[in-house]
């Protein structure tokens, strides 16, 4: 019997009254709020991994400008390197114009011996060549343009007009008196 006295009848843990208000608390908010939380946090993970790369290239770009900073071999390189991109694009751009003015010049050439063809055959009394090139073979027809499909039969256009039959045409429109 001394070992019932040192044991209280009913062994029971009663939860401390701060504890089971927050329980009852938050259950109550996420039954009433639930998927609206779960929502939510699938947002704020979309935005995150978003967001998530640009911030660490703004990261990696300021701890680089920090080292630029820092090592003047590296800027000094890096300036090189800037310096021989920029004049392998102007002497490519300067290649580039060369060929033009170049060819500028071979048809302003060719535009002038033809004038002085064009005059030398006026003045001989041959007659004026057209600019307008004729067609080799008559049954070519020129590039990008292709025969259509005849759709009828007959050369019948009802917006043609004509055609016979009692027509549709609008009465005067006379107005009140004229003026202003």
Request: proline share 6%; glycine share 10%.
């Amino acid at each position: 019997m001394a070992d019932e006295d040192v044991h209280p009848p009913n062994l029971q843990n009663e939860n401390p009254q701060i504890v089971s208000d927050v329980f009852g608390t938050v259950t109550g908010i996420l039954q009433q709020y639930g998927w609206f939380i779960v929502l939510a946090c699938l947002v704020l993970l979309y935005i995150r991994s978003k967001i998530k790369p640009a911030y660490n290239q703004m990261k990696k770009r300021a701890v680089e400008s920090r080292d630029k900073k820092i090592d003047p071999d590296v800027a000094q390189s890096r300036l090189e390197a800037m310096e021989r991109a920029r004049q392998r694009l102007q002497e490519e751009h300067d290649t580039k114009a060369s060929r033009f003015m170049e060819q500028q010049v071979i048809k302003e050439e060719e535009k002038r011996k033809t004038k002085i063809e064009e005059w030398e055959n006026l003045q001989q009394g041959k007659a004026y060549r057209s600019k307008v090139k004729p067609r080799e073979d008559p049954s070519e027809t020129p590039k990008g343009f292709k025969a259509k499909p005849k759709l009828r039969d007959t050369d019948y256009s009802p917006l043609m007009g004509g055609g016979g039959g009692a027509g549709y045409r609008p009465s005067r429109r006379a107005g009140g008196g004229g003026g202003g």
